[in-house]
């Protein structure tokens, strides 16, 4: 964890990660303005809500998963029969 004089803000160290994973030419393409921090922006709200005492968003109940196996039976089924076979 950074002190308080040592904070950056976490846009300018995605763009500095990515310009050191880009080559030199490369940079140029980059445009800051497309970076979009949705991590930083959902730990900003959390931090605020916390201190201000409110309630916590819980996240949502996942998706039950998709049993690939029968997905994959059903449409050769599916395509068998489409060709009536």
Do not use: F, N
């Amino acid at each position: 964890m950074l002190r308080s004089d040592q904070s950056r803000s976490l846009p300018s160290c995605v763009s500095s990660a990515l310009a050191r994973s880009r080559s030199v030419d490369q940079v140029d393409e980059v445009e800051e303005s497309e970076l979009q921090d949705r991590y930083g922006h959902a730990l900003e709200q959390l931090v605020t809500a916390k201190l201000s005492g409110g309630e916590l968003a819980r996240p949502g109940v996942p998706a039950a998963p998709v049993d690939l196996l029968a997905a994959l039976e059903e449409s050769v089924q599916a395509a068998r029969a489409g060709r009536g076979g």
